[in-house]
């Protein structure tokens, strides 16, 4: 059975927010990257579509180095969503974080054809700045490591 | 009058190697980043689509990453080009680049609807390693900061 994002952050953001390519609900074209926890981990699976190829059978790294930032600014708004949650009660709006910074390790080439599973860890570096280390696993393979810095939205961004 | 890169590395690669989502020009579906010299920069020039939205207005990192990513290996592979042409004189393959890690530093928000440019410096650290420092522009705005390390592609790759 085809393993599946069951909550995810995504649905939550408001429409204005839901436009990236990478996990936007309302962008047509886009990957519909869909994170949600798994444990105290966060999780985003996405299956590469057959055009993701860097050489054929492998997956190309923009497609990684995407999944990763999507599922960075995912996990941190859940961790956010969460510690607000805890601190608030009730229901809490997500937070929307963009990308400060975001590194990637290729470790082992992707082998295209199966899900890819992006595997994080979150930490709080202060209330409006969060770290995400990603694992990237190709069914049971260690594939890429991923560090993302992300930050909440700033008012340049909103103000377009 | 649009600037456009007249002589791209990834024109000159074997068709098994012209694959690449970000940069094959055999993906009928991809993004065909085509990288050349200019002066002793490398250049990758690129208009994102409507689609390849962050929030309206602005370009998703993915994209981005994407971009400093096949701008890395294209440039790693017109230096050793260059090098291995400078060496032995005549034509040279152009050799086919992975790569082993990439960092981005989203510095502004990257606005839509302009082409984007990376300008990339290549420094050999080994033979077989080579590093690509890259600056993304938005017209004149600075907007990221890239480093690549890439590799030579290894036999694991090939011999798929």
């Known amino acids: 059975?085809?393993?599946?994002?069951?909550?995810?952050?995504?649905d939550e953001y408001s429409d204005d927010f839901a436009w990236c390519y990478g996990c936007g609900r309302l962008n047509e074209n886009g990957h519909h990257f869909r994170t949600g926890w798994q444990g105290d981990n966060t999780i985003t699976i996405y299956k590469p579509l057959?055009?993701?190829?860097?050489?054929?059978?492998?997956?190309?790294?923009?497609?990684?180095a995407s999944l990763i930032d999507c599922h960075g600014t995912g996990s941190a708004s859940l961790a956010l969503q969460q510690?607000?949650?805890?601190?608030?009660?009730?229901?809490?709006?997500?937070?929307?974080?963009?990308t400060a910074s975001l590194k990637v390790d290729f470790i082992k080439p992707t082998p295209h054809g199966v899900p890819l599973k992006a595997i994080g860890v979150v930490e709080e570096v202060h209330p409006k700045k969060w770290k995400v280390y990603t694992e990237v696993f190709a069914e049971e393979t260690l594939?890429?490591?991923g560090e993302v810095v992300t930050v909440i939205m700033?008012?340049?961004f909103k103000q377009k």
């Open 143 to 145: 594939c890429a490591k």
């Open 1 to 10: 059975m085809e393993e599946k994002v069951l909550k995810a952050i995504q």
């Open 154 to 156: 700033p008012a340049t």
């Open 50 to 64: 057959p055009e993701h190829t860097a050489i054929p059978g492998f997956v190309y790294g923009g497609l990684i």
């Open 83 to 98: 510690k607000n949650v805890e601190k608030e009660g009730g229901n809490s709006e997500p937070p929307r974080f963009v």
